[in-house]
């Protein structure tokens, strides 16, 4: 059992999730009514909102809902929206826009053929605003949608998403994502074969791109299976077409960097294919960047699974689909070094970019980081498994907000006596923006320890 803590959860304004504004959209941006967003135009759904246990969309969370950071033309994260959009032509992909993050249990899972018992259905690691709907954790959420209502055989999407997340450099609690899909139908073709060379014929029109891709993958293998039913011809060219069009994207985009950061020049990037897992595709791979160090993630792909094309209504199509996280990408493209940055108010992170143009982010002053240490015993019968990091890191978000730099696990122990368990988090407090005082930061570890002690019953340390 996890620890319930929603009868003292701060009282959230669920209602304003409601109203959350369209922004100034991108200009070739098709308005969808994404169907939550459709009903709750019509009034019904702010009726029907009830919390229940599964509510646990915290304030900080409610708040960076109405951001709407891509309806700024000259965010960064906007500017490579922008740049990708222009890598797909306009007559085959259609831009649909879903303002409202707020999807069904449905859409963010059901149809994509998650499993009842996924992983990524837990309280833990999603954000419910009830039972039956939540913030969606990626734009794969559009999916079953976009391929059902599109007229062009593509659909490209850039929104916010939402996840309870562990808070590092990379990774952050709401961020964004572009989903891309794209299908063919064999309506009126006579084989296989002709199909196959209708896919071939589109691949073609693909420039190749120039940059040095590593892909040791294999077209599909028992690990990363094609699907029953599928050929292994119209397997191998859909694999095709989407990796030609991602390559071209990424490597047109990391063509762009050299203009943008002359210091980027000096080393090669190193990008890799490697093979991936997703319930709504299959085969699947994920790119990888090498980047300060470590390789880091920029999107996950495959060949849409059929279960997604029969909930989209179109059963006899197949096609692929692509998330990428545009936060990833912006950090390499614009050389920016934390993921905080992105929602940053101050005018010096602002004030430096232009609509179209890729800049190299100049670094304001880094002002110093300080580490604080919580440590706890969990209440009797508790053990360290049934405390989840993202517990922790959601408190440490609603003090502290954007003041957090880092928070990891350094110390676990049971105690060989009494049996109680004991763990102890370093918080690294830091600001973007300014030096921070050891009084405030005192103030927020009093508050952290404090929340803990109270929704979580935890003997401070
Ligand atoms: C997905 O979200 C799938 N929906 C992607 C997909 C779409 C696969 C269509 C197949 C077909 P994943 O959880 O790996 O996959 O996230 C996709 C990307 O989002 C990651 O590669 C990463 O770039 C970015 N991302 C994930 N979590 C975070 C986070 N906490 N902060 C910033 N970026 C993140
Ligand atoms: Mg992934």
Redesign the pocket.
Known sequence: MRINWSCCRQLVSIQKLLKVRAGGLHTTTRQLSNSTQARNEEGKREDSIEKDEWTNVTATIERLTHRKLLSNPAHPLSILRDIIFSKFPEREYTRANFPNPRVSVYENFDSLNFAPDHIGRSKTDTYYLNKHEVLR????AH?VESFRVHPTPGFLVAADVY?R?EIDR????A?H?M?GGRWWSPEGMSSVKEFVAKIEADTAKIPVSGIKIVDDTLPFHDGNPRQDGQSPEVCIALTNHLKRSLERVVGEIFENIADGDPSATKEPLQIRWID?T?P??SP?W?MEVYWQGDWL??????V?QQRVFEQAGHPERVGW?????L??LAMVLFGIPD?RLFWSEDPRFLEQFTPGVVNAFKPFSKYPGTYRDVAFWLKDGTTPEQFHDNDLMDIVREVAGDLVENVSLIDKFTHPKTKRNSLCYRVLFQSMERTLYNDEINVLQDNIRETLKIKFGVELR
Do not use: M, N
């Not at 954790?137 to 794969?140: D, I, K, L, P, R």
């Not at 993630?297 to 495959?302: A, D, T």
């Not at 689909?321 to 996280?325: D, M, N, P, Q, S």
């Open positions: 954790t990626h734009t794969s999916q996840r997340d990379t990774h952050y609690p961020f994502q989903e991936a997703f709504f595709t699947s994920e993630e920029l999107f996950g792909c495959g849409t689909a692509v998330g990428l996280g936060e990833r993921i």
